[in-house]
């Protein structure tokens, strides 16, 4: 098992920036991939960046350039840094870690954009 725990959502004006945290525990040497996913009112949960265990990157275009996915491995956390923030970026952040078998996911944290 794997559990996650996000913070750092908060009420931020279109844009500014946000960090969020990820911190992971439990069995953590069976996770591969980690990302972000985010799901806003009446709309389908979606990939926002993901890290695999090599480092290599994966971003939603909507974000490729404004938001910044890391992963601390020696602190268990994974990190989302967004920049420019829109309005359209306000939602619920989900963390979610990949073993070869499962899907974990956090409670989520909000972010909301608004002036």
């Known amino acids: 098992q794997v559990q996650l725990v996000e913070s750092g959502g908060d009420l931020v004006q279109p844009g500014g920036s946000l960090r969020l945290s990820c911190a992971a525990s439990?069995?953590?040497?069976?996770?591969?991939?980690m990302g972000w996913y985010r799901q806003a009112p009446g709309k389908q949960r979606e990939l926002v960046a993901q890290?695999?265990?090599?480092?290599?990157?994966n971003y939603a275009d909507s974000v490729k350039g404004r938001f910044t996915i890391s992963r601390d491995n020696a602190k268990n956390t994974l990190y989302l840094q967004m920049n420019s923030l829109k309005p359209e970026d306000a939602a619920v952040y989900y963390c979610?870690?990949?073993?070869?078998?499962?899907?974990?996911w956090g409670q989520g944290t909000q972010v909301t954009v608004s002036s």
């Open positions: 890290v695999s265990s090599d480092g290599r990157t």
């Open positions: 439990g069995n953590i040497f069976s996770i591969n991939h």
């Open positions: 979610n870690a990949q073993s070869k078998m499962w899907s974990y």
